[in-house]
């Protein structure tokens, strides 16, 4: 396809084509000349149709553009200011003239250097040697000059300018009021309050229902050492009642053959051998009922907790034993080792952890027979680890990287939060340690606690 002639060349061939026919004003050539003549200003009369015709398009697509341009400008709310090379100020937005004042025409060809505030770290002398020297300008402070004569912090970002061939034309700045950026900030944070405070009382919530769901356990682990307390005491009350009479028999006594007929009828030697162990047996349940009582307090406290040494296998017994002692269908429970490992941590969140893991554990598997719960305790390479493993289903594969979000549970709906792993989660954070969970082979799934054994003093 021929290039398409331009309005002034297509004038120049009509001038051409006309002194052609001039020169060809013969007899025998006129006619056929002027019809030549009529086709070809035919042709440009329809070249300028239609030259005209692709300037009234562009014209409206210009004419678009600009109200386009001209409604994102005075839509925004940030300054928008364009300057040439100089610092003089080309055009502005609304949001410009809002603050600075002056209208659009005001502020044409205004030196930008007159529209900072005395004293501001952003000059303009300052802003135009940063940008030849970076090309930008990010996240800079700067002080306008309101139309009122105040000072308006800005956050100020600039970036250099170029023409359609390329060539450096100036530079536009645009600018966030900080006040706005504060008060934002401001709702932001307090929202961020809000949500700690809400997260936090739902953790503390998710903690008070555990600690129900565990009274019938603890009432079951009180109620042993209790009543071996009682029924020592009632032993030791006849023993008293016994030796009374003795001392009685002994005072009107009048020889000593019958102080040891009185002894042999009372069984005063058999009460003397038994004495002793029921005073330590009395004492041992006081002092299981003491540890019971401490471990409630600790568990159900919201202070903050001290690290400690602590035995990490009576710990975890007592959690599970909490548990699975007021669990309506109790599985087997089976905790390795059976000796001593000392740690040192927080020992109310490894317990809770541990309650909350092997609650987890006892949930899946209720309903079912023949379950077992296993946990294992150890000390490797100064970490300590507690895998707590259930027979159960096992979890399908997409749940196991979302059984640690908020509110995540496959319980039905009015049967859990879906929170207790999640605190689980963030108290293995705070021991420096992390929670871990897999499908084992032959069904079921493994959870494990691992966090430093030695632990460390909290600064």
């Avoid at 331009?6 to 009509?14: D, F, K, N, V």
């Avoid at 009432?219 to 020592?232: D, R, T, W, Y």
């Avoid at 040192?344 to 317990?351: F, G, M, T, Y």
């Avoid at 949930?363 to 259930?390: F, H, K, N």
Wanted: hydrophobic share 45%; charged share 25%; net charge negative.
């Amino acid at each position: 396809m021929a290039p398409r002639e331009t309005l002034p060349q297509a004038s120049s061939r009509l001038i051409d084509r006309a002194g052609v026919a001039d020169a060809l004003h013969t007899p025998a050539h006129t006619e056929e000349a002027w019809i030549d003549v009529i086709h070809r200003m035919d042709e440009v009369y329809a070249d300028l149709v239609q030259n005209q015709q692709l300037l009234e398009d562009k014209n409206s697509e210009l004419e678009e553009a600009q109200i386009f341009i001209d409604s994102v400008l005075a839509s925004m709310t940030d300054v928008l200011v364009v300057c040439d090379l100089e610092g003089r100020v080309v055009r502005a937005n609304k949001a410009a003239e809002a603050i600075l004042g002056g209208g659009h025409r005001g502020l044409e060809g205004r030196a930008l250097r007159s529209i900072f505030a005395p004293g501001s770290a952003l000059g303009a002398d300052a802003l135009l040697a940063r940008l030849l020297n970076d090309g930008h300008i990010a996240d800079a402070d700067a002080m306008l000059l309101s139309a009122d004569g105040a000072a308006v912090p800005l956050s100020v970002n600039c970036a250099t300018r170029f023409d359609h061939l390329g060539r450096l034309v100036g530079f536009v700045l645009i600018g966030r009021p900080t006040g706005e950026l504060r008060r934002a900030f401001a709702a932001l944070d307090q929202a961020h309050r809000k949500l700690t405070k809400t997260q936090a009382q739902l953790v503390s919530a998710e903690k008070m229902a555990a600690l129900g769901q565990l009274v019938a356990g603890v009432a079951h682990e009180l109620n042993n050492p209790i009543s071996f307390v009682f029924g020592n005491l009632h032993a030791l009350k006849r023993y008293a009642q016994k030796l009374n009479t003795f001392l009685a028999a002994c005072d009107a006594a009048r020889s000593l053959p019958e102080v040891r007929e009185q002894a042999e009828t009372l069984g005063i030697r058999r009460i003397m051998l038994d004495l002793n162990p029921l005073v330590d047996g009395t004492l041992e349940g006081a002092t299981r009922v003491s540890e019971i009582v401490q471990d409630l307090r600790r568990f159900s406290s919201s202070q903050k907790e001290q690290w400690e040494s602590f035995n990490l296998v009576r710990v975890v017994q007592t959690a599970a034993d909490w548990v699975t002692k007021s669990a309506r269908s109790k599985p087997q429970l089976v905790v390795m080792p059976t000796g001593a490992l000392e740690v040192r941590s927080l020992q109310r969140a490894v317990h809770q952890i541990v309650v909350n893991l092997v609650q987890n554990a006892v949930d899946v598997l209720a309903g079912g027979r023949g379950g077992r719960i296993e946990i294992v305790c150890g000390i490797r390479d100064r970490l300590a680890t507690v895998a707590v493993t259930d027979t159960g289903p096992g979890l399908r594969p997409e749940h196991l990287s979302r059984v640690f979000e908020p509110f995540f549970t496959t319980k039905p709906v009015g049967e859990g939060t879906g929170l207790g792993l999640y605190v689980s989660y963030n108290l293995a954070q705070e021991l420096g340690g992390r929670i871990d969970v897999e499908n084992v082979d032959g069904g079921g799934a493994r959870f494990t606690l691992s966090f430093p054994a030695e632990g460390h003093e909290d600064g």
